[in-house]
């Protein structure tokens, strides 16, 4: 089972910047899709951005112009660059990407990692 490992969360005064990483626990053989999801406190999980093997990006409404979606498709990483932050972006936040765990014809596994607490101060 491949699991991805989130990093670089923590607590940030309201208009400061993190950078989150998202990285498979083994070796694979690549990844298509890349996403970023987060859940704050007594709400559901929503969408904050994506990215295509190819780069293109998708923006949740709440972030747009503020974070920053990219991939090194050599490292297999995704990053979220987050700027500007709220308070209302406190959350945990998910990496999820979909694997080609061996080779080309391999099918797509759908992927989660445990999630990384970001905590925005006022």
């Known amino acids: 089972q491949v699991q991805l490992v989130e990093s670089g969360g923590g607590l940030v005064q309201a208009g400061g910047s993190l950078r989150l990483s998202c990285a498979a626990s083994?070796?694979?053989?690549?990844?298509?899709?890349m996403g970023w999801y987060r859940q704050g406190p007594g709400a559901q999980r929503e969408l904050v951005a994506t990215i295509t093997s190819g780069g293109s990006t998708n923006y949740g409404d709440s972030v747009k112009g503020r974070f920053t979606i990219f991939r090194d498709n050599a490292k297999n990483t995704a990053y979220l660059q987050m700027n500007s932050l709220k308070p209302e972006d406190t959350a945990v936040y998910y990496c999820?990407?979909?694997?080609?765990?061996?080779?080309?014809?391999?099918?797509?596994?759908?992927?989660w990692g445990q999630g990384t607490q970001v905590t925005v101060s006022s």
């Open positions: 083994v070796s694979i053989f690549s990844i298509n899709a």
């Open positions: 999820n990407a979909q694997i080609k765990r061996y080779s080309r014809s391999s099918p797509l596994y759908d992927s």
